[in-house]
């Protein structure tokens, strides 16, 4: 009898062990089943994955070079707009832009005296010279825009004598004169009313000169056409 | 025989009592396995009831076979061939002698009984 129970004992043991185990393989069966997938579909299944884990790689190396694409579009962008910037910047130097700012306006208008015996009535007269000699008094004294009669001054900008008339950026205009400088109020006035300057000179003529101080003072941007026919640009290389 | 029975009741009430669950690419081990302790159970009755039985060969025979059969499950696996049938095969017309020596072991026993 002691040999039965003891063969029973150890069989016992091993029932256990079978039983965890049946409880265990029917939960993982069931499971399966809820999850819907036969058992025979797993290899199915496994091949499918694996080959949605090759599409999966392949689509991320897309991405990959997808976002460099787009690094790269962001950069351009950000280069783009540094360009735009810098663009603004040199066309309001170059002056093609309107610009305003504190500065003078200096009004010049033809003497009203009459020119006496053996005067020439011309010396009564706004000459371009006059003209030029109050713009180039005034980028001398810290202007940064300079027009006349709406003519922006820029580097092409010519101020000749043209008949009875005087030629601004190939257009002609007639006194009086309205000189719009940007730049230290100050210094412009001061520049202009200098003792034996130009304005002196200009008045001992009988020639009406008048300079406001403004603090918003308008020049309007170069609005003719910018032709560079023999001008060419050097690369920074090949400058001499 | 009330032992075995008790046993087997005690691993599905301990088995149910925790969460426990296989995870399914070991289902085919889990279930060899299964088929290796019933064939195991049925040896170990078939062998008391004859009056043969030996806990060593008992235990060595349980481990050797359930290892034997979880190597040719895994090997079966990597060759693509189901070597995993020969086991549960073996097992199965194992399981079926042993029952049928049980059986007529029991039923010499009750007809010895009743002849009585």
Known sequence: MKRTR???????????????????????????????IPSRRLEDLSDMLRRSDAERMILEKEVEVLREQMSKVVEGEKTAETIRAELAKVR?????????????????NDSKRQAGPGESPELFLVHDNDILQVVNELFAAGAEAVSVNGQRMIATSEVRCSGPVISVNNVRIGPPYEIHAIGNPDALDSALHMRDGILDTLRAWGIE???????????????????????KQVPEGAQK | MILPIVGLIAGIIIAL????????????????????????????IRAGVQGTFDSTVFISGFLVNTALATILTMVGDKLGVDLVLG?????????????GIIRRHILDKWFKKTGK
């Open chain 1, 209 to 231: 000169a008048k300079v406001q101080k403004l603090p918003a003072v308008q020049v309007p941007g170069y609005k003719g056409g910018l032709y560079f026919q023999y001008a």
């Open chain 2, 87 to 99: 086991a549960t095969v073996a097992f199965s017309i194992r399981i079926f002698t042993n029952v």
């Open chain 1, 92 to 108: 309001m130097v170059a002056g093609l832009t309107t610009t305003e700012g504190s500065g003078v306006v200096v009004t010049l």
């Open chain 1, 6 to 36: 003891k063969f029973e004992l150890y069989v016992a043991g091993v029932c256990i062990i079978l039983g965890i185990l049946l409880v265990g393989q029917v939960r993982t069966q069931e499971y399966i089943g809820k999850s819907q």
């Open chain 2, 17 to 44: 009592l925790t969460p426990l669950r296989f995870p399914i690419e070991y289902s085919q081990y889990i279930a060899i396995g299964i088929l290796a302790a019933l064939d195991c159970v049925c040896g170990g």
